[in-house]
């Protein structure tokens, strides 16, 4: 059976981590922060956490999970950014929005993607969410490296650190998902020193590979 752990490619460590925290309530925690570099998958497995959390079976097709995979459960937030910081009018709602029992789901999700861009001011006015959590309320802070994060933060939060995948698992991820050609599949994910994202546009592309 296909699970939301399927994408989340070469992290076995990591995945073990946040599997027991969602089958075991004594190993779960209010703040989680998920490192490693680019193409590591960190928004996939943030995600994928999120996706089970609202559903341990973490099968795909359940409505639970399927929603939060697609972007669309409603107890599910997630914060990116194009600019330099994430400001303070940014992370305000998402307290305010914190401070909220889940409506539909078994937790209320807030995952931060650039947790590095929080500058001071805001990530003071995130550190009080954290240090005064409601009971199911869950945030997960994704950034490269617990050195890219306010200290604050990551004293506050557990730490999960993704690595880069192998080629061989990107490559074997673009056969199971896409339907890739191995040969190509595996000189895409070389190409791309194993980031999932830039193999599945190599391995798409002819021309991108020449």
């Given at each position: 059976?296909?699970?939301?752990?399927?994408?989340?490619?070469?992290?076995?460590?990591?995945?073990?981590?946040?599997?027991?925290?969602?089958?075991?309530?004594?190993?779960?925690?209010?703040?989680?922060?998920?490192?490693?570099?680019?193409?590591?998958?960190r928004?996939?497995?943030?995600?994928?956490?999120?996706?089970?959390?609202?559903?341990?079976?973490?099968?795909?097709?359940?409505?639970?999970?399927?929603?939060?995979?697609?972007?669309?459960?409603?107890?599910?937030t997630?914060?990116s950014?194009?600019?330099?910081?994430?400001?303070?009018?940014?992370?305000?709602?998402?307290?305010?929005?914190?401070?909220?029992?889940?409506?539909?789901?078994r937790?209320?999700?807030?995952?931060?993607?650039?947790?590095?861009r929080?500058?001071?001011?805001?990530?003071?006015?995130?550190?009080?969410?954290?240090?005064?959590?409601?009971?199911?309320t869950?945030?997960?802070?994704?950034?490269?490296?617990?050195?890219?994060?306010?200290?604050?933060?990551?004293?506050?939060?557990?730490?999960?650190?993704?690595?880069?995948?192998?080629?061989?698992?990107?490559?074997?991820?673009?056969?199971?998902?896409?339907?890739?050609?191995?040969?190509?599949?595996l000189?895409?994910?070389?190409?791309a020193?194993?980031?999932?994202?830039?193999?599945?546009?190599?391995?798409?592309?002819?021309?991108?590979?020449?």
């Amino acid at each position: 059976m296909s699970s939301v752990w399927d994408d989340v490619v070469g992290q076995e460590p990591a995945v073990a981590v946040l599997r027991d925290a969602v089958a075991d309530p004594s190993k779960m925690t209010h703040a989680w922060l998920l490192t490693g570099p680019p193409g590591s998958g960190r928004s996939n497995a943030a995600r994928a956490f999120a996706a089970a959390l609202q559903d341990p079976s973490g099968d795909p097709r359940s409505p639970g999970c399927a929603t939060v995979l697609a972007g669309t459960h409603p107890d599910v937030t997630f914060v990116s950014t194009e600019g330099v910081v994430i400001r303070v009018d940014t992370v305000r709602p998402l307290v305010e929005l914190a401070q909220r029992a889940p409506s539909q789901g078994r937790w209320r999700v807030i995952v931060v993607e650039d947790a590095d861009r929080l500058n001071e001011t805001s990530g003071n006015v995130l550190l009080k969410a954290i240090e005064e959590p409601p009971p199911r309320t869950v945030w997960l802070l994704c950034a490269p490296s617990p050195q890219d994060v306010l200290v604050t933060l990551r004293s506050r939060s557990r730490s999960v650190a993704l690595r880069v995948p192998p080629v061989e698992a990107v490559a074997d991820l673009l056969v199971r998902r896409d339907g890739i050609d191995p040969a190509v599949a595996l000189v895409a994910a070389r190409a791309a020193q194993s980031h999932v994202g830039v193999a599945r546009r190599l391995a798409r592309d002819p021309e991108a590979r020449a």
